[in-house]
């Protein structure tokens, strides 16, 4: 499958494979630090050319790889300077470094607290560029406790709300699952939809 990368540099998430096109390139770029071309990477991942060069200029202009032309005409080709691990950097046009979703600032928080109720959460895992809402917070909660990602662990009463838990054994990596508009919970990590809302048969 082809994947477009869109103007803001996010790619389509793809049900197959489990990773987008961002991802996916910075994968084989990894793969293949030492040297590569644009043209390496897009058969290596399956991407549009066009695509693929948007996403290296990225990355080029934020430092994480450098192109080198040795004469006129010759291909271009590129080393890997530095290795941001894993995860693929999401980057704006200028390569500047995106802030993290809300969603990527709760799952790492709910590790760190440990427990926590959906106020402390909100005030944990907002940060000076991201405001996580208490709607958002609330939504995130309710799908991963669906997903069996959460616990309740004390449930809401007269002077508390209720707490929540990350279950140990649920923590599949360190990207989010993610609440898609068709309200499936879809974990990248595993690269598949682990729970989905059963469909209303009411007439």
Not at 20 to 29: D, L, P
Not at 86 to 102: F, K, Q, V, W
Not at 190 to 198: D, S, Y
């Amino acid at each position: 499958m082809t994947t477009r990368l869109n103007e803001r540099g996010s790619s389509r998430l793809e049900m197959v494979g489990g990773k987008g096109g961002s991802q996916r390139i910075w994968e084989a770029v990894r793969a293949r630090r030492d040297g590569f071309t644009r043209l390496d990477i897009a058969a290596a991942t399956g991407i549009e050319l066009p695509s693929t060069r948007r996403y290296l200029e990225r990355l080029q202009k934020a430092g994480f790889i450098s192109g080198t032309q040795q004469a006129v005409g010759q291909i271009k080709r590129f080393v890997l300077l530095r290795d941001n691990g894993i995860e693929a950097p999401r980057l704006a046009h200028n390569g500047s470094l995106m802030p993290p979703t809300a969603q990527e600032l709760m799952w790492r928080t709910m590790r760190i607290l440990g427990e926590f109720n959906c106020h402390e959460l909100v005030g944990h895992a907002s940060t000076a560029d991201v405001t996580v809402v208490l709607s958002a917070a609330q939504d995130y909660l309710k799908h991963l406790h669906h997903a069996g990602y959460v616990v309740v662990v004390k449930k809401a009463g007269p002077n508390h709300l209720t707490r929540y838990r990350v279950i140990p054994s649920k923590y599949t990596g360190p990207r989010p699952p993610m609440i898609q508009r068709t309200k499936v919970v879809y974990d990248p990590n595993l690269g598949r939809v682990v729970w989905n809302e059963e469909p209303d048969h009411d007439c």
